[in-house]
């Protein structure tokens, strides 16, 4: 695999124009809006470019990533690992799963990817569907902890 060619340090700032952005770790605090409210949120290291001169933080994926990590933990919500992990632990399909929550299967897809947070109800939807085999009853979620190719097996 041939990784692309990265343009070497010092970058010119898009902040402040001067050549002094170079890598670097700290802190990064930034206000992120999740549900139409505003939230502090700090990532105590995050390793990314950054102007010595007037201090911008270049953003790029794994910042990003981070950053709703960050969120995501300080809102308390599921992480998408833990989605993924809690789901497949039922035996339910993500398309069963999504059909029965009344969300897009795409939808669901991108919460367990981690490139969409759920919302606050939508997390508390998804525990209860984890966590409370009555609520699985009532929505008519099959998953039994067990892979449906092998509930019969014997």
């Given at each position: 695999?041939?990784?692309?060619?990265?343009?070497?340090?010092?970058?010119?700032?898009?902040?402040?124009?001067?050549?002094?952005?170079?890598?670097?770790?700290?802190?990064?605090?930034?206000?992120?809006?999740?549900?139409?409210?505003?939230?502090?949120?700090?990532?105590?290291?995050?390793?990314?470019?950054?102007?010595?001169?007037?201090?911008?933080?270049?953003i790029g994926?794994?910042?990003?990533?981070?950053?709703?990590?960050?969120?995501?933990?300080?809102?308390?919500?599921?992480?998408?690992?833990?989605?993924?992990?809690?789901?497949?632990?039922?035996?339910?399909?993500?398309?069963?799963?999504?059909?029965?929550?009344?969300?897009?299967?795409?939808?669901?897809?991108?919460?367990?990817?981690?490139?969409?947070?759920?919302?606050?109800?939508?997390?508390?939807?998804?525990?209860?569907?984890?966590?409370v085999?009555?609520?699985?009853?009532?929505?008519?979620?099959t998953?039994?902890?067990?892979?449906?190719?092998?509930?019969?097996?014997?």
């Open positions: 695999m041939v990784r692309p060619a990265v343009r070497p340090f010092p970058w010119v700032c898009g902040n402040c124009g001067k050549a002094e952005v170079v890598p670097g770790v700290g802190p990064y605090r930034v206000r992120v809006k999740h549900a139409d409210v505003l939230h502090d949120v700090e990532v105590n290291e995050m390793s990314s470019p950054r102007c010595g001169s007037c201090g911008e933080v270049v994926d794994e910042q990003d990533r981070l950053i709703n990590e960050a969120l995501r933990e300080k809102l308390g919500l599921l992480s998408p690992g833990e989605m993924l992990a809690r789901r497949e632990a039922l035996g339910v399909g993500r398309a069963e799963l999504a059909a029965r929550l009344g969300v897009a299967e795409e939808t669901l897809a991108l919460w367990e990817r981690g490139a969409l947070i759920q919302s606050t109800a939508s997390d508390r939807l998804l525990r209860l569907c984890f966590d085999p009555e609520a699985r009853a009532y929505l008519g979620i998953g039994s902890g067990l892979r449906p190719d092998s509930a019969g097996a014997a």
